[in-house]
T-cell receptor, first 115, second 115 residues
Framework: ETGVTQSPTHLIKTRGQQVTLRCSSQ?????VSWYQQALGQGPQFIFQ???????GRGNFPPRFSGLQFPNYSSELNVNALELDDSALYLC??????????????FGQGTRLTVV | GNSVTQMEGPVTLSEEAFLTINCTYT??????LFWYVQYPGEGLQLLLK?????DKGSNKGFEATYRKETTSFHLEKGSVQVSDSAVYFC??????????????FGSGTQLTVLP
């Protein structure tokens, strides 16, 4: 089975621009979560999508938005980029939104640099 | 809310030394507990997990026991190798029907093993 893949791997954007990051979930997984990992910190939960609907959100402003498609792949969109948005963005997929304890499988991440 | 507190790093050990990385948590209900590892330039890999009190997770010589009475999940390994050099993250997921599968991470502990 294929793992979680993210694209692009690296990205440089200018403050004020918009960015779209992409994630293909692991085969058979219908739940995708996005995390932001600032340098030297642990990942912070942004939001989760289950069967194409957002079903949970962390403490991130509305300029962070997302989509999930019928094939369960997902996009993270960030508008009006700020310097503090520079981070590693991680996507994780898992089999089902309500099955506690089942592991999440992470992609390699997209390194976003805002200048 | 949920939180995870991890031992501050960095930790530097000689090969074959004993490793302990402390992790304590705060959560309502009965969370599942995880240790993830992140190698340089990569995403997160699940190292081990425990889903209920007194469970012991183990993998690749690493162990951690879910201690509800002390709200702890300390990571241990009897003999570390140079290849264990990485950042280790303790995380929790609280099981609740209908909730998003949100992982709450600690800040990470950088481990360097010297030959």
């Amino acid at each position: 089975e294929t793992g979680v893949t993210q694209s692009p791997t690296h990205l440089i954007k200018t403050r004020g621009q918009q960015v779209t990051l992409r994630c293909s979930s692991q085969s058979g997984h219908n739940t995708v979560s996005w995390y932001q990992q600032a340098l030297g910190q642990g990942p912070q939960f942004i939001f989760q999508y289950y069967r194409e609907e957002e079903n949970g959100r962390g403490n991130f402003p509305p300029r962070f938005s997302g989509l999930q498609f019928p094939n369960y792949s997902s996009e993270l969109n960030v508008n009006a980029l700020e310097l503090d948005d520079s981070a590693l963005y991680l996507c994780a997929s898992s089999p089902g939104a309500t099955q506690g304890g089942t592991e999440a499988f992470f992609g390699q991440g997209t390194r976003l640099t805002v200048v | 809310g949920n939180s995870v507190t991890q031992m501050e790093g960095p930790v530097t050990l000689s090969e074959e030394a004993f490793l302990t990385i402390n992790c304590t948590y705060t959560a309502t209900g009965y969370p599942s507990l995880f240790w993830y590892v992140q190698y340089p330039g990569e995403g997160l890999q699940l190292l081990l997990k425990a889903t209920k009190a007194d469970d012991k997770g183990s993998n690749k010589g690493f162990e951690a026991t879910y201690r509800k009475e002390t709200t702890s999940f300390h990571l241990e390994k009897g003999s570390v190798q140079v290849s264990d050099s990485a950042v280790y993250f303790c995380a929790l997921h609280r099981r609740a029907a209908g909730s998003a599968r949100q992982l709450t991470f600690g800040s990470g502990t950088q481990l360097t093993v010297l030959p």
